[in-house]
């Protein structure tokens, strides 16, 4: 936890120096209370009291007390503003950390994982920082205080007092003890509920259509049953710890007033009655103010038992948080300011590459090499699970090459900031991914500048006719994910994005397989007529995509088995021909 603390600001810490100074205030207040008390306690024993000595003594306590609690509304504020200060800014290196993952480390903490960590664990931190940092400094700081006090009276008082701290104490480290783990557990569980919940949400038409309902439950009802039980048993030990409370105040009282008794009774017979009088007195008001401060001592105590509820899950979730901060990505990024005279080329020398978590030995690809020049179109075909979208993630880098090279316009894609290789590339994912906001906003996203006329133009090309026949046109509003579309539009939108980049290299993975083929022939020959100077890499299944393409690999098992144009691949490459006949008749072809 204590790793959290370098994301303080100087700011923050010097509102924290002021809330420790305001709590300190506030302490020497409440324990200066005792000596007025003990001084009212005099004056009424002493049978001659005059009501000015009364109204001055009540009037101090009055004041002491308003004094104390302007302080601490002040601390509680001043905290405030530093546990919302420090939660925002552990969210923002959070969320910074997150976009800067790989694959690879957003499988290594799942989706559902990293929400409850930016949000549920950061929420802990912040109350933890709200309450806690105020308990766990005035709870010591009184603690001391307060027994220095006691220390200089009987060793009696002293000695009942360290009986109760002692036996609170050895509560608290039990109870901690248990808890802790299951603390852990609780937040683990979190994130399995998170996921359920994600994943039903996400699926939940499948979950329909194949009358789910009741297995979804179940498995929700599994994964809440866990986390209901562990919290169960934790706020059950907690439980224990307000009776322990409890019976040690009252123990405590119980324990001071009675050897006080006993002091005041074993007073020896001076035989001055006077003196007798004073010397009980002294004692009573020496009683009453060691009441208070036992009274203070196990309130600090119970500051501390406060901090010990909050701690262990606190502690937890900073150790999640640490966790992701501290992940170094797995792609590095590059040095950047390459300078290459070469514009749209593509060339793989000897590429292999392999996931390191997948549980396979082979590797995913292996010994790829080709090349693209500029304004020229390369299609790639093979049977499912080939590692076509293996292949072209490599080139905007959502992949790292295992052994070869990856070159973009004959740079090594490692020599590249991330900025600026994909300042070169356009992307069109094989699920169409649509944010929230307008259709205009979508297409151009992630631009600084927005040219209306590009805009209409990528709607051409795009053959996304449908948003004229919109209202807002490209003002229409889009529903998050793009529910409010179709998959044939939401594709024609993202390909709309692509091209309204304009970017030296735009790949399209698998994207026109949600068009039918009439549209998928027009917006090839859009991008063929208008983006000549473009180098286009098309991912598909269908024959008729790609046939027309300058070059053609066919992958099999990570590897290529043929390369070359339609003709040449018909007459060299058997694995083509089977998937060309299997589409296309043999006059078609």
């Known amino acids: 936890m204590f790793k959290l603390l370098k994301y303080l600001k100087k700011t923050d810490w010097l509102l924290i120096a002021v809330s420790v100074g305001l709590i300190v205030v506030q302490v020497w207040l409440e324990l200066t209370m005792p000596d007025y008390t003990k001084a009212l306690t005099g004056i009424v024993l002493a049978g001659n009291a005059e009501m000015g000595e009364v109204w001055r003594n009540g009037g101090l306590m009055l004041a002491c007390a308003a004094g104390s609690l302007l302080a601490a509304i002040a601390c509680s504020v001043l905290i405030s503003k530093v546990a919302s200060s420090f939660s925002k800014t552990l969210r923002t290196e959070l969320f910074n950390k997150i976009s800067t993952f790989s694959d690879a480390e957003m499988k290594?903490?799942?989706?559902?994982?990293?929400?409850?960590?930016?949000?549920?664990?950061?929420?802990?931190?912040?109350?933890?920082?709200?309450?806690?940092?105020?308990l766990l400094f005035k709870a010591p700081i009184m603690a001391i205080w307060a027994i220095c006090k006691i220390s200089e009276t009987d060793i009696s008082w002293t000695t009942a007092v360290i009986v109760c701290v002692g036996v609170i104490v050895v509560c608290i480290g039990i109870l901690v003890g248990i808890c802790l783990p299951r603390f852990k557990k609780i937040q683990k569980l979190t994130d399995d509920i998170n996921n359920v919940?994600?994943?039903?949400?996400?699926?939940?038409?499948?979950?329909?259509?194949?009358?789910?309902?009741?297995?979804?439950?179940g498995k929700f009802e599994k994964v809440n049953d866990k986390i209901t039980k562990n919290h169960l048993f934790t706020s059950r030990a907690m439980g224990f710890m307000m009776p322990v409370m409890t019976i040690a105040m009252n123990g405590l009282s119980l324990a001071i007033y009675w050897i006080g008794a006993v002091l005041v009774n074993n007073i020896a017979f001076s035989g001055d009655p006077i003196a007798l009088m004073q010397s009980r007195g002294a004692l009573i008001e020496n009683m009453s103010a060691f009441s208070m401060y036992a009274m203070r001592v196990v309130m600090a105590f119970m500051m501390l038992i406060m901090i010990f509820i909050v701690l262990p899950r606190t502690m937890v979730s900073a150790k999640r948080i640490v966790e992701v901060l501290k992940t170094e990505p797995s792609i590095v990024d590059g040095k950047g300011t390459v300078k290459t005279d070469k514009v749209g080329e593509i060339e793989f020398r000897n590429v292999s590459f392999s996931y390191g978590d997948s549980g396979y030995s082979e590797c995913a690809l292996s010994n790829i090499s080709f090349k693209v020049n500029k304004g020229e179109t390369l299609a790639i075909i093979g049977a499912t699970g080939s590692s076509k979208t293996t292949l072209v993630n490599m080139i905007p880098r959502f992949h790292d090459a295992t052994d070869g090279e990856v070159l973009v316009d004959g740079v090594?894609?490692?020599?590249?900031?991330?900025?600026?290789?994909?300042?070169?590339i356009a992307l069109a994912t094989q699920k169409a991914v649509l944010f929230k906001g307008t259709i205009k906003e979508n297409i151009t996203y992630g631009a600084d500048e927005i040219d209306d006329e590009r805009v209409a133009q990528a709607v051409e090309l795009s053959h996304s006719d449908f948003v004229k026949d919109l209202e807002a046109g490209v003002d229409a509003e889009v529903a998050q994910g793009g529910t409010n579309f179709s998959g044939g539009q939401k594709q024609r939108l993202s390909i709309a994005r692509a091209l309204y980049k304009n970017a030296e290299i735009i790949i399209f993975d698998d994207t026109f397989s949600a068009l039918d083929y009439k549209t998928d022939m027009l917006v090839r020959k859009s991008i063929n007529e208008n983006l000549k100077d473009t180098t286009v890499i098309i991912v598909a299944q269908r024959i008729g995509t790609i046939k027309d393409a300058d070059k053609i690999l066919v992958l099999d098992e990570g590897k290529i088995v043929g390369q070359g144009t339609h003709k040449e691949l018909l007459e060299n490459c058997e694995i083509y021909k089977e998937i060309a006949l299997s589409q296309l008749s043999k006059e078609e072809l």
């Open 412 to 424: 090594n894609v490692r020599d590249y900031s991330e900025k600026e290789l994909r300042d070169k």
């Open 108 to 134: 290594k903490f799942s989706t559902a994982s990293l929400i409850t960590r930016t949000t549920n664990d950061v929420m802990q931190m912040q109350n933890f920082m709200a309450m806690g940092v105020q």
């Open 197 to 217: 919940t994600r994943e039903n949400v996400a699926g939940v038409r499948v979950v329909r259509a194949f009358n789910a309902e009741a297995y979804q439950e």
